[in-house]
């Protein structure tokens, strides 16, 4: 049974830091692209990272870039999103997902196929 499963999230304070992890687990996701989603109350989830399994290219929204990194550790088969000089409009559920196959640098959502339980980042003024 194919799993990503999310860790990490929590309450800081803006200007903070959190380190997300996603563990996969039930296939092998080398030919995947893996990428970070969020979503807020009353909103759409909308893409914030993505990265080859196998590594390579990473890519982010403009409102990211500079202070997310995403990255992957083969060894460990985890995928995180370092986020750093967080503010209170990266407050919602941020969730994992991953492609079948590799393409190119996928943003929506319709191109994930699995996808995480999510785990709540809120940043407060």
């Known amino acids: 049974q194919v799993k990503l499963v999310e860790s990490g999230g929590g309450l800081v304070q803006a200007g903070g830091s959190l380190r997300l992890s996603c563990a996969a687990s039930g296939r092998t996701f080398r030919s995947s692209n893996l990428g970070w989603f969020r979503q807020a109350p009353g909103k759409e989830r909308e893409f914030v990272a993505g990265i080859r399994w196998s590594g390579g290219s990473t890519y982010y929204v403009d409102s990211v870039k500079g202070r997310f990194t995403i990255s992957v550790d083969n060894a460990q088969n985890t995928v995180y999103l370092q986020m750093n000089s967080l503010k209170p409009e990266d407050t919602a559920v941020y969730y994992c997902?991953?492609?079948?196959?590799?393409?190119?640098?996928?943003?929506?959502?319709?191109?994930?196929?699995?996808w995480g339980q999510g785990t709540q980042v809120t940043v407060s003024s």
């Open positions: 997902a991953a492609t079948r196959g590799t393409l190119r640098n996928p943003i929506s959502t319709d191109e994930y196929y699995y």
